[in-house]
């Protein structure tokens, strides 16, 4: 990722460790970002917000390979 800040704020989202190593393997923090809000809308939530609510939750969902 090109910011580190960014890429700080994104892996701070999932705290997981392993679940952090697949972030990091992203090109950039936009693409993981992108990757994760996929994911979470594809499980059922609506919004991007209701995501981010339940992103401890469900965050090791959403970076299986």
């Not at 936009?30 to 339940?54: D, H, P, V």
Request: one cysteine or more; hydrophobic letters at 30%.
């Amino acid at each position: 990722m090109n910011d580190p800040h960014t890429r700080e704020a994104v892996t701070n989202l999932v705290p997981l460790p392993h679940i952090k190593e697949q972030i990091n393997q992203f090109l950039t923090e936009q693409e993981a970002i992108k990757k994760y809000f996929e994911c979470c809308l594809e499980r059922g939530f609506r919004t991007k917000q209701e995501s981010m609510a339940r992103v401890s939750y469900d965050s090791e969902h959403c970076f299986k390979p």
